[in-house]
């Protein structure tokens, strides 16, 4: 385990050279007119080379446009079920995670995460995006081997090392044992991603149990707060904690009291923290979606229900894992520097306000 009591090496920061000024190119906010009031010459100016994105079109010779996102299934979906945790290797149609979309341009170059429920779902399409941005990922699930297997093949296939962290992060033991043990594998950690949840429906609050109440806070809030702990004495300045917190913390669904309560106690929760860390210069963020098609779904859902999952928002359909991705890597990069306190919502232009 890492001595404590020794400096940490800051996450490596690929695109520290664009925070420099470059002598050669104009001030595009003041350096307009020059000293005798000429009009200088834009050398940023359309059609040359050192504007065109990766990956971009340039109009002015004539390519065609990037393509249009994939087509992704609506409902209706097969009524399906399955038993919690549920896998996505059983799900119909199958999830994309960004196995065969997702490019990577070195924005976490070097650096090192852990994330949890990372086998699947939305930890699954982070894990996938994150090492194939740079970065060396460890994985936490509760019991799903399989899934978990397929993403460390995925993440060492983009030349990353993957570690994987089966048990509950309901313990506070496990959480400090992972923690500890992404810093031993690796020798660092850059980024915490805290993305495990549970959850269950039900009709009337005296369905509930207290075993399925205290499950659901230990799992989904409780381990945030154990995991956190534990990280942030290994993390330097520049280092970011994700939280996954969901619509139902604005809007919460009534047969989902239990989740929808964790939920807006991880936002709560991720405020709090990132003003208690901003002094250290590690960020604290959350990230909002919506309806996500993840093993959670038939797992806990009628199958009824799961075939029209995602149909009352404005995109008629529930989002791929993929879709969540970006705002991931976005809240993880250094570039993001100031970006902290704050929810990004994903939730297919229903708006949460």
């Not at 890492?2 to 104009?26: C, F, I």
């Not at 080379?49 to 390519?63: I, V």
């Not at 048990?167 to 500890?180: K, L, M, Q, T």
């Not at 205290?214 to 707060?225: D, E, G, P, V, Y």
Request: net charge negative; glycine share 10%; hydrophobic share 35%.
């Amino acid at each position: 385990m890492q001595d404590r009591s020794s400096p940490v090496t800051p996450p490596v920061m690929p695109n520290a050279s664009l925070r420099e000024p470059d002598p050669g190119v104009v001030d595009q906010r003041q350096g307009q007119i020059d000293p005798a009031g000429q009009h200088r010459v834009d050398p940023n100016r359309r059609g040359d080379d050192n504007t065109k994105q990766p990956g971009g079109s340039n109009p002015d010779r004539g390519e065609r446009p990037a393509p249009a996102r994939p087509d992704y299934p609506k409902p209706p979906f097969p009524e399906q079920r399955q038993e919690l945790p549920g896998t996505f290797r059983a799900m119909d149609p199958r999830p994309d995670h960004g196995e065969d979309s997702w490019r990577g341009a070195g924005r976490l170059e070097g650096m090192a995460a852990l994330i949890t429920g990372g086998d699947s779902g939305i930890g699954r399409a982070v894990a996938i995006a994150y090492a194939r941005e740079g970065a060396d990922v460890a994985i936490s699930y509760l019991t799903e081997t399989g899934d978990a297997a397929d993403t460390a093949e995925i993440v060492r296939a983009a030349g990353r090392r993957c570690l994987l962290l089966p048990g509950d992060v309901g313990d506070p033991a496990h959480c400090r044992s992972i923690v500890d043990r992404t810093v031993q594998e690796f020798g660092r950690i850059d980024i915490l991603v805290n993305n495990a949840a549970h959850q269950d429906t039900f009709e009337n609050i005296e369905d509930i149990t207290d075993g399925e109440w205290q499950r659901t806070f230990a799992t989904n809030i409780h381990a945030m707060f154990y995991l956190a702990k534990a990280a942030v004495p290994h993390m330097a300045a520049g280092g970011a904690i994700i939280n996954t917190a969901s619509i139902n913390a604005d809007m919460p669904n009534p047969t989902l009291l239990a989740y929808a309560t964790t939920k807006g106690a991880i936002q709560n929760f991720t405020g709090g923290l990132a003003q208690m860390l901003a002094e250290k210069g590690i960020r604290v963020n959350c990230v909002a979606p919506g309806p996500v098609w993840t093993p959670l779904i038939p797992a806990s859902m009628s199958a009824e229900k799961v075939a029209k999952f995602g149909e009352s928002y404005p995109m008629k359909r529930p989002a791929q894992p993929v879709e969540l991705a970006a705002a991931y890597v976005m809240l993880a990069e250094p570039m993001a520097s100031y970006v902290s306190g704050a929810t990004l919502a994903v939730t297919g232009g229903k708006p949460l306000i």
